[in-house]
């Protein structure tokens, strides 16, 4: 009987393709039978249209090198690379392990965010890994939801793993590139390479990236895992970018109430501008989110300053742990009585966190049974006992009940809207019942009219009839300091600002490729869309050195010999 493989229909001459996993801008993954080593693999294939450059090809088996340098569990495992012709084209391939799991932007598209509890967990699995990268010198530069494949069921030990290192490079390196491959970077035409959603504001100006960078990304991971939404909205793709350089960061509980103050504080944190001001390194942010988790369930007790009255009796709460007895009867009576859609947490049995999760289940049939306990939105720290009222007497005399004739109060208060157009914004006064005091303009990289504050904020609570100061954008912007950056930088820098960049060059003692001047000058007022021209430094031409012939030496004319007179 002869064993052999059959090679017929394998690629590489190898794998059995069982299906497909993914497919991306440079590459299709596939599930694939490797007949080699008898696993089953997650086989990753360049594209064939990239994989006809020589460049292209080396840049994408590079990814695999990078990889194979780090060794984590949280880290997918390289197995194998190279090359098998298709139809006379060159195709790259890499081999890796193959982890079950669907990546996190599918799985929170899909059932919804996670719970806090998962999402910090999450978070702290690619942390463990990013430490790992980072103790090697290597920056991802490319966490994201796409590239977090998660697994949340009750077998799971680990629950994440950090995926694609297309774009990871040495600590301090740019993001600098001619294609997404960053095959080759040209100072006249790089671009800066990103996923601009998750993009540090130091990789989208085209700044170095340290592990800093990968910080703000988890940042922005867990935000998305808490809210469902990537930190930053925009109307294109400029407006994100806008938003990651300039705007404050977002707060999860603004989205989503029941996120704990404390994963409030470590999202705000990762994603500051400043990279010195965010975590010091991986460790440190890992340590933060679990001791938010913890602070989020730590027993509290509590003095209500409000009275609850019932039937003229007043009561008094105590925030403290339930008994055995009173957790059933709280589950019992959540089974039973809620309604309310909400975040539901997972069970899990990994190591550490199946009791927090029990625990969280716990405390949300707490909030569903005892809705005393909803403070200001959040889901409720800690299981709650109520002291029940003493039972009222027959000289006792309840409180009047409110009748059909009872009159309803009108409010008398609103609050103000959200910032709009100003055209929405008007029309959303008026249903507020609220007025246009004034309207002054500001400069900004948002399109005219658009409301960039108010006075009062947002969200404030006035009394219907006020008056409302506006500023909104006037359809110019400020031409941003670029002396001194690279090209490229330059070129995000006006593009997020607003404008369309052009270049020249000119010959400087400054260093070569960096920016000399700029028109208009930086600080002036330019129309949105407007050109703005920097200039690039170039050195001075060698001059080529020409011989030098010597002067000729002049020839004496002789002198005519006197001839002796003839005799």
């Known amino acids: 009987m002869d064993d052999a493989v059959d090679t017929s229909g394998l690629v590489a001459g190898r794998f059995r393709v069982e299906g497909l996993l993914g497919s991306g801008g440079t590459a299709s993954v596939f599930r694939a039978y490797d007949t080699e080593t008898g696993r089953t693999v997650a086989l990753k294939l360049l594209h064939p249209h990239l994989s006809q450059s020589d460049l292209l090809r080396e840049a994408f088996l590079v990814e695999a090198q990078r990889a194979a340098r780090v060794r984590h569990p949280g880290i997918v495992a390289v197995l194998d690379t190279g090359t098998?012709?298709?139809?006379?084209?060159?195709?790259?391939?890499?081999?890796?392990?193959?982890?079950?799991?669907?990546?996190?932007?599918?799985?929170?598209?899909?059932?919804?965010?996670?719970?806090?509890?998962?999402?910090?967990?999450?978070?702290?699995?690619?942390?463990?890994?990013?430490?790992?990268?980072?103790?090697?010198?290597?920056?991802?530069?490319?966490?994201?939801?796409?590239?977090?494949l998660v697994r949340l069921d009750a077998a799971a030990g680990r629950r994440a793993t950090l995926l694609d290192f297309g774009l990871a490079d040495a600590a301090g390196a740019t993001a600098h590139g001619d294609d997404v491959l960053r095959s080759t970077v040209s100072p006249a035409s790089a671009g800066v390479v990103g996923n601009v959603e998750f993009a540090s504001p130091e990789q989208l100006s085209g700044r170095p990236v340290g592990p800093a960078g990968d910080l703000y990304q988890v940042g922005g991971l867990l935000h998305f895992a808490l809210t469902g939404r990537a930190p930053y909205a925009g109307a294109d793709r400029a407006a994100v970018i806008r938003a990651h350089l300039h705007a404050p960061p977002p707060v999860p509980s603004v989205a989503r109430r029941d996120v704990p103050a404390g994963l409030d504080r470590v999202v705000v944190r990762?994603?500051?501008?400043?990279?010195?001001?965010?975590?010091?390194?991986?460790?440190?942010?890992?340590?933060?989110?679990?001791?938010?988790?913890?602070?989020?369930?730590?027993?509290?007790?509590?003095?209500?300053?409000?009275?609850?009255?019932?039937?003229?009796?007043?009561?008094?709460?105590?925030?403290?742990?339930?008994?055995?007895?009173?957790?059933?009867?709280?589950?019992?009576?959540?089974?039973?009585?809620?309604?309310?859609?909400?975040?539901a947490a997972t069970e899990h049995r990994g190591p550490g966190w199946g009791a927090v999760v029990a625990l969280i289940a716990v405390l949300a049939a707490a909030a569903a049974a005892v809705p005393l306990v909803a403070g200001a939105g959040r889901a409720a720290p800690t299981p709650v006992a109520v002291e029940a009222p003493p039972s009222p007497t027959a000289t006792e005399v309840p409180e009047p009940l409110a009748t059909a004739a009872t009159p309803v109060p009108v409010a008398t208060t609103t609050a103000v809207p959200a910032l709009d157009t100003l055209d929405a914004f008007r029309a959303a006064l008026t249903g507020a019942g609220l007025q246009v005091a004034d309207i002054a303009q500001r400069d900004a990289p948002s399109p005219a009219g658009t409301v960039l504050s108010t006075e009062p904020a947002p969200g404030s609570v006035v009394p219907r009839g006020s008056s409302v100061r506006l500023v909104v954008a006037s359809g110019a912007n400020t031409v941003p300091e670029v002396g001194g950056m690279d090209?490229?930088?330059?070129?995000?820098?006006?593009?997020?600002?607003?404008?369309?960049?052009?270049?020249?060059?000119?010959?400087s003692s400054h260093p070569p490729g960096t920016v000399v001047a700029v028109e208009p000058a930086a600080g002036a007022s330019v129309r949105l869309g407007g050109t703005v021209t920097v200039t690039i430094a170039v050195s001075a031409p060698t001059p080529t050195p020409t011989a030098t012939m010597p002067a000729p030496t002049p020839i004496p004319t002789p002198t005519a010999t006197p001839t002796a007179p003839a005799r």
Do not use: Y
């Open 84 to 148: 098998f012709e298709e139809h006379g084209i060159p195709i790259a391939w890499i081999a890796q392990e193959l982890v079950d799991g669907v990546t996190l932007s599918e799985r929170v598209r899909v059932e919804g965010p996670l719970s806090s509890a998962d999402a910090a967990a999450v978070a702290c699995d690619i942390l463990d890994a990013l430490a790992a990268a980072h103790a090697t010198g290597l920056v991802h530069r490319d966490v994201s939801p796409a590239n977090v």
């Open 270 to 343: 990762a994603l500051l501008k400043d990279p010195a001001a965010r975590f010091a390194d991986a460790a440190a942010m890992r340590d933060a989110t679990l001791a938010a988790v913890a602070a989020s369930r730590a027993p509290v007790v509590e003095e209500s300053s409000s009275v609850t009255r019932v039937l003229g009796v007043a009561t008094r709460r105590v925030v403290a742990p339930l008994s055995s007895a009173a957790e059933a009867a709280l589950a019992s009576s959540r089974s039973a009585a809620a309604s309310g859609p909400g975040p």
């Open 487 to 507: 090209a490229a930088a330059a070129a995000s820098a006006l593009r997020a600002a607003g404008f369309t960049p052009a270049q020249t060059t000119a010959v």
